[in-house]
């Protein structure tokens, strides 16, 4: 069986479980295709605020874990493994 098709078929027997996350994935859907509607796909307003919303986010989960790393004594650490 092909790994991608096996990937697509577990996916969807998780969603067949719980259609509370399939009905909102289905509202937010509705909601982003509203407002393309409106705008247009590659209005330049929404394009800067995807790329903004997009590395504020990689920077988040970069820098929080990175902070904790940084509270830790590196001789306790070292003892810990």
Same mark, same amino acid.
């Given at each position: ?5 096996? $990937? ?16 909102? /994935? ?30 504020? /986010? ?7 874990? /990175? ?13 810990? $493994?």
């Amino acid at each position: 069986m092909n790994i991608w098709l096996a $990937e697509i078929w577990r996916t969807w027997r998780a969603c067949l479980r719980r259609p509370g996350y399939l009905l909102l /994935a289905a509202g937010v859907l509705r909601v982003v295709m509203d407002q393309l509607d409106r705008h247009g796909a590659f209005d330049p307003l929404i394009v800067v605020g995807v790329c903004v919303v997009l590395t504020l /986010a990689g920077l988040l989960a970069c820098l929080l874990p /990175a902070l904790r790393a940084a509270r830790v004594q590196p001789m306790r650490a070292l003892r810990g $493994e």
